[in-house]
């Protein structure tokens, strides 16, 4: 019966669509006032079908995400009872930033049950030493413990090796080839990329030739096939291009990973992006994080942190912290997202813009390594430039209007006072120092917005 009803209706093509669209705009030009040019250099059209595909899709996005708890760890015995605190509360993962090479590993995993619950830890430091104890607690133990050990990202961020070229890369290599039984060693800090304003494209292709170089580095290793990469990303505010961003961004390692013939899986470590926070009508932020923790798991994140709406002016605060969690655990619990994970997929909008990031991508990764590859760019100066431009750009929009931040660039409440609640820093910090290169600054697009109407209060 069924089939029989839809033969009623003719098929329609993506021209004839077209021609009605131009029929109803009665003489109005179709590319001006329905095609939207995006800073990411994408041009969104106002339909798609699937002649817009060029091939079909093919991505292993993960069976399920987990709700990930950020721990700065300043007092092992204060870290541990906050991690068993935050899983009674709902956190499925734990992702520990470990600043001092004193902690005690006995009392930081003093009754979490390490075998169920996946840990992440990165370090503020570099020191095999340290992690060697790790390993020896570890021995004989069953766990999910993935470290992060991003010494490239370190240099991009910082400017300067941990120690120098020479034992950075002396410690990776002790630190890769034990690191037997680990979900990962290494890692990826995309997020730096974005919240310092690189486009989508710039995005992508900078976390791949950053993956390529460790790719490269072990590829003579023995165990390379056992080799997984963790990426850290930042989902922005543009929906859609979000969910599309991961989804290519599996894409582009799995074509990458193909050629060192290694396993295509990694895993993807999501949190909202940093750049459109504002520190006036903080509220909002709840909005935004929401909407960028959705194209997360829509996107195909194994693990979602979600960062407090007022951490860019806030220390670290059990309320903040619990309303971040529970915008994951209504996502997840009564929103449904845990039910499928694959919902995009089929989607002709998303699945087309999938395509144009990877293919746009994978042009700037080619020239990144016909131009001697990801380090030799960044020593050169040539991809902090490529971003500064792109931020320079958005900057533009932002300051123009263009680019809308509602409470702060519209829409303010001349009543919110802001000064007297600053318990850190919100802006970017000038540290003038010697560095090996200059380093890949993160900065608000509301920075200079809220800096003026500070001095007004």
Not at 49 to 64: G, M, R
């Amino acid at each position: 019966m069924s089939h029989t009803l839809f033969n009623e209706f003719q098929e329609v093509s993506a021209k004839e669509w077209k021609q009605k669209i131009q029929f109803d705009l009665k003489g109005a030009d179709y590319n001006e006032t329905l095609i939207f040019n995006s800073k990411d250099g994408i041009s969104v059209k106002p339909f798609y079908t699937a002649e817009d595909l060029k091939d079909p899709i093919s991505i292993a996005n993960p069976i399920s995400w987990n709700v990930c708890e950020k721990i700065y760890v300043v007092s092992d015995i204060k870290s541990n009872e906050k991690a068993l605190k935050v899983l009674k509360k709902g956190a499925e993962s734990l992702w520990f930033v470990i600043s001092s090479k004193e902690s005690d590993f006995k009392v930081l995993f003093k009754n979490i049950d390490l075998n169920a619950t996946p840990i992440y830890i990165s370090f503020e430091f570099l020191s095999g030493e340290f992690l060697n104890s790790l390993i020896i607690f570890l021995a004989g133990k069953d766990h999910k413990i993935s470290l992060q050990i991003d010494i490239i990202g370190n240099l991009a961020r910082s400017g300067n090796w941990y120690h120098d070229l020479k034992k950075d890369h002396e410690v990776l290599n002790k630190i890769v080839t034990k690191t037997e039984g680990f979900k990962s060693a290494l890692s990826v800090d995309g997020t730096l990329y974005q919240n310092a304003g690189a486009t989508i494209p710039q995005e992508l292709a900078y976390i791949l030739a950053h993956a390529n170089e460790y790719l490269n580095h072990f590829n003579n290793d023995e165990n390379k096939a056992e080799t997984k990469l963790q990426f850290l990303t930042a989902t922005g505010s543009n929906y859609f291009f979000e969910i599309a961003k991961l989804k290519a961004l599996r894409l582009l390692y799995a074509s990458l990973a193909s050629e060192y013939k290694i396993s295509e899986k990694c895993n993807i470590l999501a949190q909202p992006s940093k750049r459109d926070k504002t520190l006036y009508d903080y509220n909002l932020n709840l909005l935004r994080t929401t909407t960028q923790s959705m194209s997360a798991v829509l996107g195909g994140a194994d693990e979602v942190y979600n960062s407090p709406y007022d951490a860019i002016y806030h220390k670290n605060n059990e309320f903040g912290d619990r309303i971040a969690r529970n915008q994951l655990l209504v996502l997840k619990n009564e929103s449904y997202f845990d039910k499928v994970s694959n919902a995009s997929d089929g989607a002709y909008y998303i699945e087309t813009l999938t395509q144009q990031f990877a293919e746009k991508a994978l042009e700037i990764f080619k020239e990144i390594e016909n131009g001697g590859g990801f380090l030799k760019q960044l020593k050169e100066g040539i991809i902090q430039r490529k971003i500064t431009e792109s931020a320079v750009k958005e900057q533009e929009l932002f300051d123009s209007g263009k680019i809308t931040l509602v409470g702060t660039n519209k829409f303010q409440n001349p009543d919110d006072r802001m000064a007297n609640d600053l318990e850190l820093y919100p802006f970017l910090k000038m540290n003038p120092r010697k560095t090996l290169l200059q380093p890949i600054l993160e900065k608000r697009l509301s920075e200079k917005t809220e800096q003026e109407r500070l001095k007004k209060e």
